[in-house]
């Protein structure tokens, strides 16, 4: 969850002559939190900070994390890994031979347990895992694979459905 604020503050654009070049940075605080973006040119920098300045103008509240207004959001950053791997899932699942998708529900089911914070409970090993994460949710079950019970996956404590 984000966290949204109003209270923006603005500030010069820093200029920094370097060996390399010169760079102008934009400079802005939402929340009290500061915020900067570098640009190679002054015209880009102050189009930035102009961008910046209508959206506070206009009232959009700012995401106190990335600083940027919630206008500029993009629609990746609405999506977690795990929906965006079910929707990968549902798109490829019909036209993949089954390796590819053995190897597909693997790979996916790799990530999102290394992305996860701690193991899940009912899941010991991610080869349990995999049938319940990495299927399609709206495919035909003629395509589904068989769903393990617990009893199939050693150790894992989970209790099976009935």
């Not at 200029?15 to 939402?30: A, I, L, P, Q």
């Not at 393990?148 to 150790?155: E, L, M, T, V, Y």
Request: aromatic share 10%; proline share 7%; glycine share 4%.
């Amino acid at each position: 969850m984000t966290t949204r604020s109003f209270k923006v503050s603005f500030y010069e654009t820093e200029v920094y002559e370097g060996k390399r070049g010169t760079t102008y940075t934009v400079r802005w605080s939402v929340n009290g939190r500061r915020h900067g973006e570098t640009y190679k040119t002054s015209p880009l920098a102050e189009s930035f900070r102009a961008t910046l300045l209508v959206a506070a103008n206009n009232g959009e509240p700012f995401d106190v994390e990335t600083g940027r207004p919630v206008s500029h959001a993009t629609p990746a950053a609405e999506t977690t890994w795990y929906e965006f791997a079910l929707q990968y899932v549902d798109m490829k699942w019909a036209r993949i031979s089954a390796n590819n998708r053995k190897n597909t529900a693997k790979a996916l089911t790799k990530v999102t347990m290394a992305l996860l914070r701690t193991e899940p409970k009912q899941f010991a090993r991610s080869t349990c895992a995999r049938p319940y994460a990495s299927t399609p949710s709206t495919s035909s079950a003629a395509t589904k694979p068989r769903r393990r019970s617990a009893r199939s996956c050693p150790g894992s404590g989970a209790t099976p459905s009935p």
